[in-house]
């Protein structure tokens, strides 16, 4: 059964990025443009795990991972923050809000790949 | 996942299905407090599972090791799914604590 | 653990590393900084060490730790590797040796001199440096081992990492990526089933890491949980670690001690069966001492595979030589066989025996080819250690000596190779106390002051020459001549060629040093460097070129259990000589002899050449054949005649050793058994020439 994998990102390329590797790897991909997107979205099918961008317009990271924590559906499901090497603080927040892990931008491909296989198997 | 008692009440079946990962993690502990209730002889059927993570296991351990300590007789009925043989040799649980007490009623074979 | 192990698969192994030692250390002497040959140093002492105590060498163990330990500094860069400390290395890499040798019946180790390389190497490195803190990055940055270490990493999620969404088995997977895993889970933290708040953790590990890559990359996969567990991440087979190793690893109690597990206390209220016995008195939980003893066998584990994953890059078997020796021998009774099939089927003419007999005959000298290449080994190893020579001596005399090889692939039998140390360490010696002048002499002649000692090794035909040459002062013929007059070596009236006065140095009793030094001078050298060549059936040349240098050509044959033999006559009795020596042969007419005029010459084109009559030599019976066959032959570079009744041809020549009914005759090399099953003894060329010209050296002077 394929899993599926929730891409939030304001940035088109880079959702389109992040969903063309996860497709290729076989995942089923719901996108996301910001945080208030996403959570409109989660209600529909069961997410396996959530990659989000954390600089959004409407809600951004940080506040996203706060309130998927929030439902009982999202409690342990892994979430991964996209970041940049600029924002060490950042990070931090993500990660007492709950974030499971991170990916700095720019990463290629099988970095990315790799950072799914480490937290959702 | 179910819990069955025969008429007379000396045995109960206890048979695990499904999803046993965090998610169902507080059914499955009720789940495991009620078979370890009354019943002296205890069947547990594994054969259904299709998922398990580290909660199931650590349910399963305490539940097992606390049987024991209550004098219940387990045995293992059915096929241990592949799945679940091999999470257990992943976690590394090749045993509990204590005499008699080892994942060897989880697996079927010795550590 | 009663095994039964077999030490010298021990020491063999430490013999091999220990000549890697020598050879990595002269190479660090060159490149200091070179981190990869430090690197090689220091494991080659770990690897000896290591198995050392795994078999019992705690001699061997004990020393080498200590040698390692300060080793170790260099390797982590707090202390530069400087020519002292290469000194005391080599000198310990010694010390080690005789230490095995001791343990193989030789002489006991010295002791003293083992403390005083300690207390120097112990000089060398800086006081014990401020404490170590326990930074993260340096341990990790240090600790970078190559080939694969145990790590065991001690994984403790906080209780309640399931809600940053982190599967913590998804982490113990990724570990395996790494190498292998021996994962044990600590459930003794397991809180009874009703009070378990099943969305947390209570699990810990303990996880056996068996892999080549380094701490970083273990501390890598737990990045993202950083904050979310306690991670200690140990490297279990580190040197240090071994201090006390006895022939298992640590003991199990050890290990729960040095994890903190269990006090000293608990540890000895209870004894062996020690893991039993901790966990029924309630000492330590059953999951830890389940955890201590994985550890334990994990790095036995791995301790015991080192050896062997080495041997399987190379693919290469190893077998003790005596079985390759009786392999040979079983060749060398088939070839015999062989022979007597072949006479045999040649006698009856049958036409389907003779096809056998030739088939045979094409595959039993192929099985000889190929058991003979068995047993060669390329003389590099050999080669090697002369760098140590040539350093050690050159640096005790105040030279400057460079050596140089070549063809130190070259392959010869392994007997030989055996055989070939000593002569060539003496010749090397020679060179370097009596060729290569000191600095300033050779600056004064306007040769640079580095002398150079170059040793080669090149294949022709069956033979191998082995050349040391020189740019020293080289050989003075007229002093030669003149020394060995004096010493009585040689006729006042002898007429010597240069080249001939050259051989003089490997004459007994001569010496041309001005004084005796330790190095060369102890009056014995070269005559015994010419008997070993010789009874290695090989022959010596020099040439020399007065204040260019000198050059010294071993030739020896490949091997020593099979050689091409020239098989003849003497009334019914055989004799084999070696036919890489033969140059022709003649027959010898009575008028040739009443030219001779009773001298025992023959004028073979023009040329005379001395023979010997191997019947009279030997006080043979019988009359002699009117006309008799002389074999000529190259002996030591002169052309010498052999006469014999009859000359039967060439003969594939199994060679056996004389017992000891023939120790009066060394003029006898060996023997070998012929078709018909008769004995046929195999001539020492170079010795009869020698007897017969000590009885009549006027006689054959000049030629």
């Known amino acids: 059964m394929a899993k599926t994998i929730m891409t939030v990102d304001d940035s088109s390329s880079v959702r389109q990025m992040v969903g063309l590797t996860l497709k290729g790897e076989g995942y089923q991909v719901v996108e996301a443009v910001d945080g208030k997107d996403a959570l409109a979205k989660v209600g529909g099918a069961t997410i396996d795990m959530v990659i989000t961008d954390l600089n959004m317009p409407n809600m951004d ?43 700095v931008k720019p990463f290629k491909p099988e970095q990315l790949i790799g950072v799914i296989k480490k937290v959702l198997g | 996942m179910e819990f069955s008692r025969d008429d007379n009440g000396d045995a109960g079946h206890l048979v695990l299905s499904g999803a046993l990962t965090i998610q169902q993690a507080l059914p499955l502990k009720e789940l495991l407090l009620r078979a370890g209730g009354e019943v002296k002889n205890l069947t ?42 091999r999470v257990v040799q992943e976690a590394g649980f090749t045993g509990c604590a204590g005499d008699g007490d080892d994942m060897r009623l989880w697996t079927g074979v010795n550590d | ?108 180790a010295d002791e003293a001199n083992a403390d005083r390389i300690i207390a120097g190497l112990r000089a060398l490195s800086p006081q014990q440096e401020a404490a170590v803190a326990p930074s993260v990055a340096k341990a990790a940055a240090s600790t970078t081992p190559a080939g694969p270490h145990v790590f065991r990493v001690r994984f403790e999620p906080k209780p309640e990492i399931f809600s940053s969404g982190t599967n913590p088995l998804l982490l113990i997977n990724e570990l395996r990526d790494l190498g292998s895993c021996q994962v044990v889970a600590i459930t003794h933290g397991l809180p009874a089933l009703e009070e378990m708040d099943p969305e947390r953790c209570y699990t810990q590990w303990e996880i056996f890491l068996t892999t080549t890559s380094d701490e970083n990359a273990i501390r890598d996969i737990f990045i993202f949980v950083e904050d979310d567990c306690t991670l200690n991440v140990r490297l279990l087979d580190r040197p240090d670690e071994f201090s006390h190793a006895q022939q298992e690893g640590k003991m199990l109690g050890e290990i729960l001690l040095e994890r903190g597990d269990i006090n000293q206390q608990s ?12 966990v029924n008195a309630g000492l330590v939980p059953a999951d830890k001492v389940r955890a201590a003893l994985t550890e334990q066998r994990v790095v036995q584990d791995q301790r015991q595979q080192q050896p062997s994953k080495a041997a399987e890059v190379d693919a290469v078997v190893r077998v003790p030589s005596t079985k390759l020796d009786k392999l040979v021998n079983l060749v060398g009774e088939l070839v015999t066989v062989q022979a007597r099939l072949n006479q045999i089927s040649g006698q009856l003419n049958l036409q389907h025996l003779q096809l056998v007999a030739e088939e045979i005959e094409h595959l039993t000298a192929e099985l000889r080819d190929n058991t003979m290449s068995i047993r060669m080994l390329a003389i590099g190893s050999t080669f090697n250690k002369f760098k140590r020579l040539v350093r050690d001596l050159s640096t005790e005399l105040g030279k400057q000596i460079e050596l140089t090889t070549s063809g130190a692939d070259t392959e010869l039998d392994k007997t030989v190779i055996d055989q070939l140390n000593d002569p060539l360490v003496h010749i090397i010696r020679n060179s370097i106390d009596h060729g290569i002048e000191k600095p300033e002499q050779r600056q004064a002649v306007g040769k640079p002051p580095v002398g150079q000692i170059h040793l080669s090794a090149i294949h022709s035909g069956t033979s191998v020459l ?96 099979i050689i091409e033999g020239l098989l003849v006559c003497v009334n019914s009795n055989h004799f084999v000589l070696p036919l890489a020596a033969v140059e022709e042969c003649v027959e010898l007419s009575p008028t040739d002899i009443a030219n001779s005029h009773g001298r025992h010459i023959v004028n073979v084109r023009d040329e005379i050449v001395p023979f010997i009559r191997v019947r009279e030599r030997f006080a043979m019976e019988g009359e002699r054949p009117t006309i008799e066959q002389i074999v000529i032959a190259n ?35 060996g023997a070998t058994i012929l078709g018909d099953g008769s004995v046929a003894l195999l001539l020492d060329l170079a010795r009869m020439v020698r007897y017969v010209e000590l009885q009549e050296s006027s006689e054959l002077g000049g030629s």
Not at chain 3, 472 to 477: D, F, Q, S
Not at chain 3, 532 to 547: A, K, M, P, W, Y
Request: charged share 25%; with cysteine.
């Open chain 1, 61 to 103: 990271g940080i506040q996203l991972i706060r309130e998927l924590r929030k439902l009982p559906a999202f409690k342990f499901v892994p979430i991964v923050m996209l970041t940049t090497e600029s924002q060490a603080d950042r990070k931090q927040d993500g990660k007492d809000a709950g974030a499971t892990g991170w990916i």
């Open chain 2, 44 to 85: 547990i059927n594994l054969e259904q599972v299709e998922r398990v993570d580290l909660t199931a296991l650590q349910l399963l351990c305490a539940a097992h090791r606390d049987w024991i300590k209550r004098g219940k007789h387990c045995t293992l009925q059915g096929n241990i799914p592949e799945i679940f043989r």
């Open chain 3, 466 to 561: 082995i050349q040391v040459r020189d740019d020293g002062k080289g050989l003075n013929p007229q002093l030669l001549r003149q020394k060995a007059v004096e010493k009585g070596i040689l006729s006042a009236d002898a007429v010597l060629s240069d080249h001939e006065a050259y051989q003089l140095i490997f004459a007994a009793g001569f010496s041309t040093a001005e004084k005796i030094t330790n190095v060369s001078g102890r009056g014995v050298g070269m005559d015994v460097v010419r008997k070993s060549i010789e009874s290695l059936r090989g022959t010596i040349d020099t040439q020399s070129t007065l204040g260019v240098g000198t050059s010294i050509t071993l030739k020896l044959p490949l091997t020593l259990a």
């Open chain 3, 635 to 669: 002996v030591d570079g002169k052309r010498v005649g052999l006469a014999f009744d009859t000359v039967v041809g060439q003969h594939q020549t199994v060679i056996k050793n004389l017992g000891d009914s023939f120790e009066y005759s060394d003029e006898f090399s």
């Open chain 3, 267 to 278: 540890l000895d209220k209870v004894l062996t069966p020690l893991g039993d016995r901790l």
């Open chain 3, 1 to 108: 653990m009663a095994l039964e192990l077999d030490t010298s698969a021990f020491t063999e192994e430490a013999y091999e590393l220990l000549s890697e030692l020598e050879e990595s250390l002269l190479e660090l002497e060159e490149t200091p900084t070179d981190m990869e040959l430090i690197g090689r140093v220091f494991r080659a002492m770990h690897t000896i060490k290591g198995s050392g105590a795994m078999f019992g060498f705690d001699a061997v163990a004990k020393f080498t730790h200590e040698v390692e330990t300060v080793f170790d500094k260099a390797r982590s860069g707090t202390l530069p590797v400087t020519k002292g400390l290469i000194d005391l290395t080599l000198a310990a890499r010694d010390q080690i040796r005789s230490i095995l040798d001791a343990s193989q019946g030789g002489a006991a």
